[in-house]
């Protein structure tokens, strides 16, 4: 089974032959570490995401959680797993020792991790999630919150969300109007009383674990009792289900509300819901409105602190995306070598009297299976590629090689959650073609990669909010300086190509790429209209990514070198894939960007 979830032999050359995995074992963090270390933690992930995880992915999706107006009723089996997860000690692999945690290096991890996604994506997110909130509260809180609430989260014993969205503003922020108002001190910093409701929270309310820890963005009201206006006057507040007593004793019911579940196209195992803050329908604590909550970070320090989770989210998106496609193909893969399905075709046309051949002998099914391994294994080795960027940074002590990494990840974060979204989704959707009829029949699994997959583009900031975040942000921050810490990458990847025997004519093909993206971005920004330069800046993100991807490719191809075998044969396939059929898309995209074209922006609501 685990060879229908992810390729071993693809992680190894990712993480060995490519990424120098070991490498990091020089720095004082992982210098307990190595291969072997390694080696056991993507076999204990593998093991537990075949016999915890994958055999309820299906029964999930079709018992999906339910909520008879006192408790969220889910399956057993997803409290099981979860629970299973808790006792290998995954759920804290990179953390610190002091913390109970392995001190892995985070791209192992993230490896790791991959095999649960594609095992169930909709069971490893309850994971997840608290693993973003446990990250985030270790960057802002103090000592006795992280004490309190992030070391029960690290054994598993409570879960975590993050809560941004709220009905009337949806991803706009600075448009929320949850209240949170000063209600003195607490022995776990300043307290608050928070109201308002919260929509799409995912893992918001269940019995999976004694405690859930809910990150609330809220709004602290001025002197004068108005909310500020904006993002500037939003703080975050960590509101647990129970408050806690001071020996870490669960206390009385919070006024945390379940108001309702959303039923969703994919994703169903993770419930997701509205959830009600201060309303006091059922609980008061202490006899007194609101929800209690604890300041997290400065005041109206807020979103700067949200965004710590929401970037570790976005790649945690990226690579959910990732590995619902990596299995998506490899179930296709093994479908089109065994299905028999039409007949050889010879000089004279199809001989009737021959045996029937495999689909995969179908030249057009190549072509499928193809795109889709150029999709995933591209999509995977970027996504290990950010993580390995941020064990870089963790072990860095030069302070302005540290602050480039940063900025590289930044630049690099947008790519990591959207590309998967979007060309994983793909790959999804042609392993559904390949199985033909099957494929959207409940029979096979390809038909809940695709509609799981779906929520990827939307999940943790849409496709659209990548792009102005790229374009409108991420390139022109410090003057470029991200755009040229990448450029100085994927150019220094180029140079050793281009002295590589059949890898010159891919080195020229991205770096006349490379180039072109550098010269539209500057136009665009010199159209004195930012409006006008943000319209069309999602066919950026899209020609960005590819253009991120082909380095990727180019770089496995330098790893496979001139290695023998038929997985080396393949990993140069993908890659010849890769810059013939690909990569030539962004040049339109290009094209159309430098035009600095105003259809869309120009199209009228009365036009439509």
Not at 133 to 156: R, S
Request: aromatic share 8%.
């Amino acid at each position: 089974m685990s060879e229908l979830l992810l390729s071993r032999r693809d992680l190894e050359f990712l993480l060995h032959e490519w990424l120098d995995v070991a490498s990091l074992t020089t720095a004082a963090r992982f210098a307990d570490h190595g291969r072997e270390t390694f080696d056991a933690v993507l076999d204990t992930a593998a093991r537990l995401a075949e016999e915890q995880f994958a055999p309820h992915y299906q029964k999930s999706d079709r018992n999906e959680p339910r909520f008879d107006g006192e408790r969220v009723h889910l399956i057993d089996e997803v409290g099981t797993a979860l629970r299973a997860l808790a006792s290998t000690g995954l759920m804290s692999a990179a953390q610190d020792y002091a913390r109970g945690g392995m001190q892995l290096p985070k791209v192992v991890e993230a490896a790791a991790t991959t095999y649960l996604y594609a095992a169930n994506v909709g069971t490893t997110a309850y994971a997840m999630l608290t693993h973003g909130n446990a990250e985030l509260l270790l960057a802002h809180a103090g000592p006795a919150l992280i004490k309190t609430f992030v070391e029960p989260e690290l054994a598993g014993r409570f879960f975590g969300t993050m809560c941004l969205s709220e009905p009337q503003a949806g991803s706009s922020l600075s448009d929320i109007t949850t209240r949170a108002e000063p209600d003195g001190d607490s022995p776990f910093g300043p307290r608050f009383r928070v109201t308002g409701n919260k929509m799409w929270i995912s893992g918001g309310d269940h019995e999976l674990s004694e405690n859930i820890v809910h990150l609330v963005l809220a709004k602290v009201p001025g002197a004068d009792g108005k909310l500020i206006p904006g993002v500037r006057g939003i703080s975050l507040l960590l509101v647990p289900k129970f408050l806690v007593n001071e020996d870490g004793s669960l206390g009385e019911r919070n006024d945390v509300e379940l108001a309702g579940i959303n039923h969703k196209m994919g994703y169903r195992g993770t419930v997701n819901c509205l959830l009600n803050f201060g309303e006091g329908t059922r609980h008061q604590p202490e006899g007194r409105a609101g929800a209690i909550g604890y300041l997290v970070g400065g005041l109206h320090q807020g979103l700067a602190c949200m965004f710590h989770m929401m970037n570790n989210a976005r790649i945690g998106v990226g690579l959910g995306a990732v590995a619902l496609g990596y299995t998506g193909y490899l179930h296709a893969l093994d479908y089109a070598r065994n299905r028999p399905q039409g007949r050889p075709l010879g000089a004279k046309g199809k001989d009737p009297t021959s045996a029937q051949t495999k689909i995969i002998n179908h030249a057009d099914v190549r072509r499928m299976l193809l795109a889709q391994k150029a999709y995933v294994e591209g999509g995977l080795a970027f996504n290990l590629y950010c993580a390995r960027l941020v064990d870089e940074a963790e072990v860095c002590a030069e302070e302005a090689k540290h602050a480039d990494l940063n900025l590289l990840l930044d630049i690099l974060t947008p790519i990591a959650k959207s590309w998967p979204s979007q060309w994983c989704l793909a790959a999804n959707d042609l392993a559904i073609q390949v199985h033909g009829g099957y494929g959207y029949t409940r029979e096979y699994k390809v038909e809940q990669f695709y509609r799981d997959n779906r929520l990827n583009p939307i999940h943790e900031g849409t496709h659209g909010i990548q792009a102005l975040d790229l374009l409108g942000r991420k390139v022109v921050m410090h003057d470029g300086a991200a755009f040229r810490l990448y450029a100085g990458r994927v150019r220094a990847s180029i140079a050793r190509a281009r002295t590589t025997k059949g890898l010159d004519e891919y080195a020229a093909a991205l770096d006349a790429r490379l180039a072109r993206l550098a010269e539209v971005t500057a136009q665009l920004w010199r159209a004195g209209d930012a409006q006008l330069t943000l319209a069309n800046a999602s066919v950026y993100l899209e020609a960005f990514g590819h253009i991120a991807i082909a380095w990727i490719w180019l770089e496995q191809a330098l790893a496979a070198g001139a290695r023998n075998g038929d997985f080396y044969d393949g990993k140069r396939q993908a890659a010849r894939y890769f810059f013939a059929w690909e990569l030539p898309k962004v040049d339109s995209q290009l094209d159309l960007l430098a035009s600095l074209d105003r259809t869309t922006l120009d199209m009228q609501d009365a036009w439509f």
